[in-house]
Every structure is written in structure tokens, then in C-alpha cells.
């Protein structure tokens, strides 16, 4: 009995279901060393009708069901797995600060919760947040320095079907259906505590120059601080600049790299760089650890440049579910395989997709040497509506805030495939994101619609699923027509999928680029689908989807696949980049170079050489 419970417990530890999940620092770029992860069993009730306010549910003590953190009720993961509609969802679980914060002011972080929060401690309320994508904290210092138990309750909504919210790939419809997937709802990230000095510094944005070899560092301050504020890099333990400045938000941090290491797929070199706050008597009141990767990417002529020679895309299109997880990876490392798994195949970055993905994914983008567009979850929104236009801006400037100190990221594109605006407020919208986007960050190019009708862009784009190379060569190139008449180029969308254009050729009556001077990217491509079975006719491909009539072998497939890529190799002069469609299927979408689980559909040593092909002059 007694060799039974040992072998039972050695069992457990093994696959260590004691485990924390997500137990790692969800903030890379912006690390503390002493938090609380908040992650693990908390209860929940789910609220159907809208009536936990009325029935004072943030007075909970507890619920009677249990739930996994930072699972969203949607997946396996959360112990949970409900997939129908979930318009409200309350959770709890007990805090308490630790006896070493005393005198510490201590903030409860949210990484992200689907869509629109409300956060309580014993009842009162300490906070809002709008979106469902970006990070938000409060300071709940008053609420439990006491040392005490106190109990936290978080109210989730979400209407996905409103048109009011972004929602991405998350399926409007009850069932999943072509390329709409299962939905999360509520907590989705990791949810914990850190104490942080009253004047503690809040943010540092980083811009790094590699042209007057120097980082440029603006700081803000959770309150303004008589003391001071000291920046160091540093290569391995080497000091490399150092530069102490006054800690208020009118400062800026210049350091100077007489011999700077660029980050570039080829050496993604990461400098260390840490921030100290000193009160005016000279004490450390906060320390962060960060890093920075110098480079520059900007667009000249129709091509893109990272550390200005000319640098070709050839980008998959990730759209981060996880089979257990829905949009939450199970564990870091699968963030990590994610981008090794794509690499193997020979792709030199992602587009990411219509989804906000977590900052650890872009950490290990930041290491690995993989570059990334960040995108917002666009689709289930009206492009049209003001309302729509600010809950959207709002959420955006914070994701661009969040990321944009990450070096692997090159390009913002905030949205999908929008080919049906209205010829006032849509223009207006887009021409708006542009401007706010240069103003948060001036040193990425801005890629208004992906796929989509261009108002206001950096870089030109468009999506063809056109299965025959030869035909997908000539819909693209014949008389550069995607250059030469936008409206003409929406038909050819229209044709591709079988539809007819909308009739009030008015809606397009803007101004729209007839000709221009700027990288064109074919940031949507492919999509062969493949089931496993297909060549034995013992995969059911009619319960699939996606694009075009699939090929009937391998080798069909792998020829396929190859001529495309061919065709585009022989327009470079013209086309500067791509992005295949996708890295893994997903639930019912069987087009990826990856089954869902991750598991491999082909002879990577193959796929890795079509996608590896890149024009002569580029990096």
C-alpha cells in the first residue's frame, strides 16, 4: 500500500499538476521581482440574463463552481469547456497582501479580459475597463492593507453580436462555421499583485536609433518624484551607456552606443536594460528589468528595409488558438514552439492575426529572431459606426502602447478585409488611426486595412486565394491593376470568392491611392487545404474548409504550393513580401502547415525549402 502512494505521488509530481498556471512574469519588457500570480482555482457564476448587478453578485463571498485561471469558460483548460453564448460571467477568489508590502502601494494587474470588466473588493468597486485585448491595473492599496482576506469579484461582458466590439475570430453564430471559430469570454490572461512605490515609475517608451547610434527613453511616473531616475544597459554584465536623469515625465533619457549590436533574424542581440528610482535621500524605490533590441525598419520606395538594406517578408499567418486553450496558450513554451514551429517551415516572421497575442509570445519573437505585425481583432465590428470608431481607437492606442518596444514587431495593421465602408465616417476612422498611430509610435509603417479597401497606409496589400500559380500570377500583375485602380481591384476580390459586388458603387466614392509609391505585400495567399487522409480518400475533406478544390496527393500538394511561391518570387520587383495562410488549422479550418494539435501534416525538410526561397537582392 504504503509503495502504491509513493508511486501514486511520484506520478503526480511527474506531470506536475500542482503547477501554477502561466506561473511566468506576464510582462517581459517591464519586469518586477516581487508579485503574486493570481492564476489558479477561483469560482465563478455565469449570468445569462444581466441580472448580478440587481442580485448584488459583487458582494460574493464565493460561487459554487470552480474555475482555471487564466482559462476562458470557453476551453478545456478552464475546467469549464461551456461553448454557447456567455453574455456575463462573474468571478472570485480570495487576496491578501503579503506582511513585507506594508507601506507599499500595491496594484492589481489584469493582462486582459474579454470584453468590458468591472473589478470589486468586499464589495466596493475599485475599476473599469473597456476592451477585451490590453492589459489594465488598479491601485487597490486602501482595500487591503490590512494584511486581511479580502474578496475580489471581476464581472465580464461581452455581445459579440452587437457590432459594437471587436471580436476577431470568435464565431457571432451559435456553431463554428468556416473561418469563425469558438469564442473567450472573460479572464483570458494572467491576472496578479505587486507593490510599486507610490512614485514608481509607470512606463518607459524606447526608440532606438541605429542612424545617430543611440536609444532614446521617455518615462512616466506614477506621480511625479523629487528624486532621480537611472537607465543602464548593459551587454551580458558590461555596462554599456549609463544616464541618471530627474524622475518626472518631462525627462528624456538619451543613450549613446558608440559600437551598437543590431537585432535581426539573422542575430537577434538583446541589450539588458534596467530601470532604478532613487527618493531624494538617495534609496532604490523601484527597480524594473527590461531590454531593447536595436534596429530600424521603415519603408523607401516599394520595398521594406531592416537596418536599412532591403528585407523581404515572407510571413505566416498565425491566428494564436490553442486546441485546450481557445485563445490562451496552455503553457510559455507553446508560445515558444509556436515560433519555432514556423521557423522550421522556413518563414522568417507571422502576421499576426486578428487577435491581440500576449506579451510573452513576443518576448520569444524578441529572441528567437521573428518578426511580427501586430494586429487588433477588427472583424465583428462596425467600421462605420462613430461609437464603434472610439471604443476601437481606445483599445488599439493601448495595444501599441503595450508592444511597441518589442523589436520583432515591423508593421501595424490594425485591420481586416473592410471592402464595404461608407464614404464619410470610415475614411475618417482610418485616416484617424493613422494619424494616432504615428503619434504613439513614429517609428513603424502603418498598414491601414489588410486586404482591404486603402485609405490612409505605409504599405500596399491585398489577399488572393487563387489556387493556379499561373492565374494567381496574372490576377495579380496584369497591368498592375491593384496599383492602378482600386476599384477594379475590389471586383477582382469579389470574383475570387464568388460573390457580386455591392451594387452602390457610391460607397466608394473616396479619395483612395491610384498609384502608389510603397511596398506592395500579398499578405494573404494559399490556404491549400489538406486533411489527413485526403490522398487515401479516407479524410473526410467536405467537413473541412478552405480554399479552393483541394489536391488530390502530396506531391499535387507540394507542386501547388510551389508554383505559388515561384510566381511570386518572379514578381519581386513588384510584390515585396507575402504571408501564407496559416501556420496550424484551426478547429474546422484544415489549411495549415501544422495540424491543430501542432503535430506535423508534411515533410518539413520540403516545406521549409519552397518557403525559404527569398529575390536575390533582399535579406
Known amino acids: 500500500m504504503k509503495k502504491s502512494i509513493l508511486c501514486l505521488l511520484a506520478l503526480m509530481m511527474s506531470v506536475n499538476i500542482w503547477a501554477q498556471p502561466r506561473a511566468e512574469y506576464p510582462r517581459p519588457q517591464f519586469e518586477r521581482q516581487d508579485w503574486v500570480n493570481l492564476n489558479g482555482d477561483w469560482t465563478y457564476r455565469f449570468d445569462f440574463v444581466g441580472e448580478g448587478l440587481e442580485k448584488r453578485l459583487y458582494e460574493s463571498k464565493g460561487f459554487d463552481k470552480t474555475i482555471t485561471v487564466p482559462f476562458c469558460p470557453e476551453s478545456k483548460l478552464s475546467g469549464v469547456g461551456y461553448t454557447d453564448f456567455i453574455n456575463n460571467i462573474w468571478y472570485h477568489r480570495s487576496i491578501q497582501m503579503p506582511a513585507s508590502w506594508e507601506g507599499k502601494n500595491v496594484r492589481l494587474n489584469f493582462q486582459a479580459v474579454y470584453y468590458n470588466s468591472e473589478v470589486y473588493i468586499d464589495g466596493a468597486l475599485v475599476g473599469r475597463h473597456f476592451g477585451g485585448s490590453t492589459g489594465f491595473s488598479f491601485d487597490v492599496t486602501k482595500s487591503v492593507a490590512d494584511g486581511k482576506q479580502h474578496s475580489l469579484v471581476v464581472h465580464a461582458y461581452s455581445d459579440t453580436r452587437t457590432m459594437k466590439q471587436p471580436a476577431g475570430k470568435q464565431n457571432v453564430r451559435l456553431n463554428q462555421f468556416e473561418c469563425m471559430y469558438t469564442r473567450t469570454t472573460g479572464i483570458w490572461q494572467t491576472v496578479w499583485m505587486e507593490p510599486v512605490a507610490e512614485k514608481g515609475l509607470q512606463s518607459a517608451q524606447v526608440i532606438t536609433d541605429i542612424d545617430q547610434k543611440q536609444i ?214 482610418v485616416c484617424d488611426l493613422y494619424d494616432l498611430t504615428k503619434r504613439l509610435d513614429p517609428t513603424r509603417p502603418f498598414h491601414d486595412v489588410s486586404g482591404g479597401v486603402h485609405v490612409k497606409t505605409d504599405i500596399y496589400s491585398s489577399h488572393n486565394y487563387e489556387q493556379n500559380p499561373e492565374r494567381l500570377k496574372e490576377q495579380i500583375f496584369n497591368g498592375e491593376r491593384w496599383f492602378q485602380a482600386p476599384h477594379e481591384a475590389i471586383d477582382i476580390y469579389w470574383s475570387n470568392f464568388g460573390y457580386n459586388r455591392p451594387t452602390d458603387v457610391n460607397r466608394y466614392d473616396y479619395p483612395l491611392y491610384e498609384k502608389p509609391t510603397m511596398p506592395y505585400i500579398l499578405d494573404e495567399f494559399g490556404g491549400i487545404k489538406w486533411v489527413k487522409g485526403q490522398d487515401t480518400n479516407t479524410g473526410n475533406s467536405n467537413a473541412s474548409w478552405g480554399y479552393g478544390e483541394p489536391p488530390h496527393s502530396l506531391e499535387e500538394f507540394y507542386a501547388r504550393l510551389e508554383g505559388q511561391v515561384d510566381a511570386l518570387m518572379g514578381m519581386a520587383e513588384n510584390v515585396w513580401g507575402y504571408c501564407y495562410t496559416q501556420l496550424t488549422d484551426v478547429e474546422q479550418e484544415q489549411n495549415g502547415v501544422y495540424f491543430y494539435d501542432r503535430s506535423s501534416k508534411f515533410d518539413m525538410k520540403r516545406i521549409h525549402a519552397i518557403f525559404s526561397k527569398k529575390p536575390a537582392n533582399s535579406k
Open 216 to 429: 532614446v527613453i521617455r518615462p512616466q511616473f506614477y506621480s511625479q518624484n523629487g528624486g532621480t531616475l537611472t537607465a543602464t544597459l548593459k551587454d551580458g554584465g558590461k555596462v554599456v551607456a549609463k544616464q541618471t536623469v530627474n524622475a518626472n515625465d518631462a525627462s528624456t533619457i538619451v543613450l549613446n552606443v558608440k559600437s551598437p549590436k543590431l537585432w535581426s533574424p539573422a542575430s537577434p542581440f538583446l541589450y539588458d536594460l534596467v530601470y532604478e528610482v532613487k527618493d531624494a535621500a538617495g534609496n532604490v524605490v523601484d527597480a524594473v528589468n527590461s531590454y531593447v533590441g536595436m534596429r530600424k525598419f521603415h519603408c523607401e520606395g516599394n520595398k521594406t528595409y531592416l537596418n536599412n538594406e532591403p528585407f523581404y517578408q515572407r510571413l505566416v499567418l498565425d491566428q494564436g488558438f490553442y486546441p485546450n486553450g481557445i485563445w490562451t496558450a496552455p503553457s510559455d513554451e507553446a508560445l515558444k514552439h509556436d515560433i519555432e514551429l514556423s521557423m522550421q517551415a522556413g518563414f522568417n516572421g507571422a502576421r499576426l492575426h486578428q487577435k491581440v497575442f500576449e506579451e510573452r509570445f513576443h518576448y520569444w519573437a524578441d529572441k528567437l529572431g521573428y518578426i511580427t505585425w501586430g494586429e487588433a481583432p477588427s472583424w465583428g465590428m462596425d467600421a462605420n459606426d462613430p461609437e464603434v470608431a472610439r471604443n476601437f481607437m481606445t483599445e488599439w492606442s493601448e495595444e501599441v502602447a503595450r508592444d511597441r518596444n518589442h523589436p520583432s514587431i515591423v508593421t501595424w495593421t490594425p485591420m481586416n478585409e473592410e471592402f464595404w465602408p461608407d464614404r464619410v465616417q470610415f475614411p475618417r476612422f
